[in-house]
């Protein structure tokens, strides 16, 4: 559900290492969520790259003044500069889902409390993360399932790969669904199994040339 591609800018991996990443994993739906851009994800989709049976979700992953929020089920690009409450709004006008990632992890921008919860009492929010494999410590994760809870928000999962290697590191095993619906997706998300752990090793560095991601 979280998943960065080299259309983010901090991530090289390109759409040939990521369906074979998407293969081992045994993915059938990936929500891929680039840093401010949905050209990757569309592009994805659109061309069936990733291969027969993988469904490609569009999502955008943005920073707002008081910490990331990602939209999934998406059109098109969600302009940047939105305060969290404006951002909930663009993404709803293109009925897509609001899902919180890394919501109590401060090592990834996370979005401040007293906004998530703002967000979530005023039915702002629909997915929390309550498994994201960069979060070393498990309390924080915890803490997020606890607030789903809590909040009666469906619980959600992802690797926030930005290399191939960390694709599938964790996901949420659900039953069937329209992978082109939200509403069926959510619904299925009642039913899901978060999966995987931490998994977050320094990136080994190596000379790559990587195809530009720049819209003509």
Partial sequence: MHLHTMWSGDATTTPDELAEAVVAAGLDVVCITDHSTTNGALELQHSGALGDGVQVVVGQESRTW???????????????GLRPGEFVAAVREQGGLVYVPHPFDPMRHCLHEDVLIELAAAGGVDVIEGLNAKTSLPALNDKAVQFAAEHGLAVGAGSDAHVPAAVGAAYVDVPEFDAGSASSFLAALASGRLVGGHYDPPREWRPRIVPSTKST
């Fill in 66 to 80: 008081a910490g990331e929020l990602i939209g999934l089920f998406l059109s098109a690009r969600i302009p940047p």
